[in-house]
C-alpha cells in the first residue's frame, strides 16, 4: 500500500502548534511520517501526545502550521486513516454489529459488510463474542473490538492513543500482537505510549515528545541505546515524569 | 367518600363485563392517542436531535421554543386546530373536523414539543461521549443523528411514554376538535367529562380509574421490554 | 430497518384509517348539551336512522358554540332552544327556515333549605326578586346560552341587575348545565336549569325544584337546516329528511313517547 502513488503517507508537520486556554500546549512542531516501521510517539504526562495524535487524524485544527497528506482529496484523506482511542468508544449493539459499522456509513451492502467483519473478528479473537452485545464485555476485549472496529476499513494509517493504558499485562499482549499484526498487514501505525516496554517491544522510530515540543527522533534502537537528550536519557531510566 | 368505593365498583363491573361502550371508547382512545404519538416520534425525534447537534441560525429559538410548548394547554391548541379545519377556515376543504383524524392531529402537536425537547437532551448528553469517536470514523451529519437516535433508545422511550401520557390524558383538545359524538369521537376523557356534567360522578370517577389503569398498564409493558432489551445491550 | 418503518407508517396510517364510513350516509347535528344529556337522542335518533338509513353525529356544546359550528358550515342541520338567536340565524342567511320541533319547560332549582323562601311561587321574575334580597346564593351559566338568556331576561322583568353582584352572591360559571348545577350541588346555591337536564341529572344533592309553571319560563326548541346557498358543502338532502321526519308524525310520537323515571320530558309542537 505505502509504495502507490495514490499513497496518504508522508503526512508533512509544519511548524505546527497548538493552543487552548492560553496556553501553548504544542511548540513548532515540523516533522515527517513516513511509511514503513510503527512510528511511536513517547513521553510523559502532559507531553502532548494525544493531541498531537488528534492532530494529526484531523480532529482538532492546529493553532499554527500546517499538517499536510500527500493525497489532496479530503474524504480519501479522512476515508484512509482511523484511530483507536484509550477508551474505547463502542455503541450499545452486538459485537459484529460495531465491527460493521464505518461500513455502514460507507454504504457497503450486507453481505459484504457481514463477511469483512467476520473476517475483522476473526483476525482480533473475538469470533465467538460475534453476538454479545459490544458493552458487556471486559475493557481488553473491548479494546480489541475498537481496533478490529478501526481495521475493517483496511486503513493506510491507524492512529492509536495509548490503547493499552488502562488494561492488564495479559490484554496488553494481546492488543500488542494485534497491533502488530496490522502492520504486517501494511497498515502504517502511529502511537503513543508512556510505556517503555511497550515501545521497546513495538517501536520502529520512536519520536520523543516533552512539553510540547519534540526532543528526539531517531529509530528505536537508537534511542533506547543512545538517547540525545537529558530528558530522554531520564525518562528512559524512570526519572522523568512531568 | 362512597363515591369512591361506588367508583371503584362501577369500574370493575364494566371491566368485567366487557361493557361494549367502554371497549368503544377505550379503542378509539387508544387509537388516537397511538398514533398521535407515533407520528409525533417521527417528527420530534430527528427535530430533538437535530437541535442538539446542528449549529443553524435560531437555534436557540428554536429549544426555547420546544421546551415552552411542553406546557401548551390542550384547549388553546384544539381551538387552534378547529379554527384550521372549520369549514371557515383555510383547511376546511379537507373535512377533516369532527373526526378522529382531526384529534389525532391536535394531540400530535401537543406532544411533539415534548418529545422534542427530551431527544433534544438525551442526544445532547450522548453526543458528548461519541463525538470524537463517530468524527474519527468520518460520519456524515445524517449518519450521526440516526446513530445517536437510535444507541439512545432505551432513553427516547421515556421521552415518548411522557408524550403518551400527555396525549392519553388531556381532554380539552379532542373535545372542541371532535366533538365528543358519540360512537364516532367519544374517547376516554371526553366521556369522563360528558358524565361528570350529567352529575354522574361514581360514573366519571369510574371511567378515571379505568383509564389510569390503562395508562399504568401501558407504561408498565414499556419498561418491562425496555429493561429487558437494555439488560440484553447494556 | 425499512421494514421496522413501514410497519410504525402502516400502524399510524390505521389511526388515521378509521373515519366513518363513508358508505353510510351521515349527517352531523350540532345541538345543546341539555338534548344530550337527557338522554332523547339516544331514544329518537336510532329510529330516525331505522327509518331512512341515515345517521346522526350529534355535537352537543352550548347554544352559543352550536350557532357558531352551524354559522361556519361545519354542521347540517342545527337543534338549540334559544329562539331570538333562532331567527337571527335564519334572517342573516346562514339557516334556510326555522321549525317548531318541541318545548319544555325551565325551573328554578335551590336548596331545600329554601333561605330565600322561594318554594311554590310561580312568579319566576319575583323569586329571583327574593334571592338578590337574600342575597342568597346564586349559581348562573354565564356563558351566553340560551338558558342564560333566559335567565338574564328574568332578572331584567325583576329589576334587578345581578351582575354587579358578581363574584359574591351571584357566581357565574361559565359552564354548561351540568358543571353549573354541579357546583349549585356542592354550594347549596340556587340555579335556573330547564327540566329535562335538571330529571336526568344524577348528583342533584340537596337540590329541588323550588319554582315552576310560569309562562316565561317556557322553553321552545327550534330545528333550522344550514343554509346550503352559504355552504355547499353541507349534506342539504339527508338534514331536511331529518328535519321532516322530526316535525312528521313520527318523529313528533318519538320525542312525546321518551321517558325519564316515568316523566315526559319533551312536548311535540311542530305546526
Redesign the interface.
Known sequence: MPDTIDSLLPLELSAVGFEAGGECLIHDLSFRIEAGPPSIVLGPNGAGKSLLLRLCHGLIEPSAGRIGWAHTNRATIRCRQAMVFQRPVLLRRSAAANVAYPLRLRGVGRRDRESRAAQALSRAGLSELAARPARVLSSGEQQRLAIARAWVTEPEVLFLDEPTSNLDPAATRAIEELILAIHRAGTKIVMTTHDLGQARRLAGEVLFLHHGRLLERSPAADFFARPQTEEATAFIQGDLVI | MDDFGHAFALAFEMIARLDADLLEIVGLSLQVSLSAVGLAALIGLPLGAAVALFRFPGRVAVAALLNAFMGLPPVVVGLIVYLALSRAGPLGVLGLLFTPAAMIVAQCLLVIPIVAALTAQTVADLYEEYDEALRSLAARPGQILGTLLWDGRHSLLTAVLAGFGRAIAEVGAVMIVGGNINHATRVMTTAIALETSKGNLALALGLGVILIALSLTINLVALTLRDAARAQHA | MTRRWSL?LA??A???A???RADTPAI?LAST?ST??SGL??HLLPRFTEATGISV?????GTGQALRIA????ADVLLVHHRPSEEAFVAEGYGVQRHDVMYNDFVLVGPSKDPAALRGLDDAAAALARVAAASALFASRGDDSGTHMKELGLWAAAGHDPVAASGTWYRETGS????T??AA?AMGAYALTDRATWL?????GDLEVLVEGDARLFNPYGVILVNPSR?P?VHAREAQTFIDWLISDAGQDAIAAYRLDGRQLFFPNAK
Open positions: 410504525v400502524l399510524i390505521a389511526g388515521f378509521t373515519e366513518t352531523t348539551t344530550e344529556n337522542f339516544d353525529r350529534v355535537v352537543a356544546v354559522r361556519n358550515g361545519d354548561g348545565m351540568g358543571a348545577l354541579n350541588a336526568a341529572f344524577q348528583n342533584k355552504h358543502h
